[in-house]
């Protein structure tokens, strides 16, 4: 994608959206960008990352990715902490301590000569990105943004700008490494998350300050979760555990059938960019939403994206089908803040979504060792058949929330 096309799309976004203030409408956009960078500097980099850190440390694939997912499960078991700064209305903290960490463990990895080290730097940026990515993005939209169908839109431009993590980062990742080495690359990271923590203080924070936290914070910090949370906690941990699943088996899977491995590769990219479409559909939505579109419609779309990958004779059915799963991964990630601010309230959101990211975080940590090695001793297609029916499960369940919309 180049830079022209890029502008050109970051307009036709823009223009989807005239309700919103321009200040405030800066603001959104800038955050999503920030989310962009985040994701692709914490999160993405770490794929192309892998091999190149194998080498230099001189140790497995096994234990450089067992760095990564110390990462996350410390990510995981922050997540409902952080939710609760950030309804004291902490959020410019969070935000600072969150850059502070990040770059602290960036220096760490791009310094690192031993295993050691680099699990130390992957536990801090864990917890940096309990601080940063998607969870307190969503809690500062929310919390300014008042008006039900501004703020959904506010949501759906952030996930939009973030959902282009992938796209712009495993590149350009891939890239630097193959011209200066992964140390650059890294240390690089640490300049784009200084341009972030810039854009943040200026211009994000300003425009998007905190309502008024009306009721009591103690009535939320009680340890037993609250009526609908059980349910919200499987339906998006399923949604992650299957999303998880397919990424990982999907390419193994074509390649068994006969397909290449580059076509493979090929297939799987669609899951990222299929979900924009969604997501640019609810920016430009001028109507209430019906009471399915965030509850069940993405659960429904999931399931008959997997099944179309387990059914698929060739590729390009495949891609089809991962195109499907994907545009139903992508509202699914609106649909957890959406719902829970529904549910609870501005006042609670930042709880219990890092409850929900908790549940989310350890099956993202736990989910490729654990499918890897079933796939193994059954086969990716049973594997795959499983996942589906879990996947069905929860669409009764999110059928019942419906009824809580708007409460």
Known sequence: MDVKTLRLLCRQLQAAVPEMRSEQDRAVWLLGLCQCVL????????????????HALATTRTVVAGAFSVGLIAMASV??????????????????WGLSLAI??????????????????????????????YEPAFILVMRAILE???????LAAVTIMGGLASTVFLPLTSYVISAWGWRVAVLSGVGALLLVACVMEVWVM???PATENTQAPSTWRHKAWPRYMPSLAIIFSTGSLASITLTTLLIPFLMERGTSAETAAIVLAAFG??????????????RALSETTLTTAPIVLMVAGMLGVTLAPGPWLSLAAVSVFGL???????AKPWLVQAIYGNSAAGQWNGEIARAQGFARALTPVAVASVSVSLSI??????????????IPIAHRLRATHGN
């Open 39 to 54: 994701w692709g500097v914490l999160y993405y980099s770490f794929s192309v990352l892998l091999v190149p850190l194998e």
């Open 79 to 96: 997540a409902p902490q952080v939710g609760r700064w950030l309804d004291s209305g902490h959020a410019g903290t969070v935000t600072r």
């Open 104 to 133: 602290t463990g960036l220096l760490l990895l791009g310094l690192s000569d031993g295993v050691v080290t680099l699990y130390v730097a992957w536990l801090v940026m864990g917890i940096a990105m309990a601080l940063l990515l």
């Open 148 to 154: 039900p169908r501004h703020r959904l839109r506010a």
């Open 206 to 208: 300003p425009a998007l």
């Open 273 to 286: 960019a299929a979900q924009l479409p969604g997501r640019i559909w609810l920016l430009r939505q001028t």
């Open 328 to 334: 139903g991964a992508g509202l699914q990630t609106l």
């Open 381 to 394: 297609q049973v594997v795959l058949v499983v996942m589906i029916m879990l996947l069905a499960a929860t």
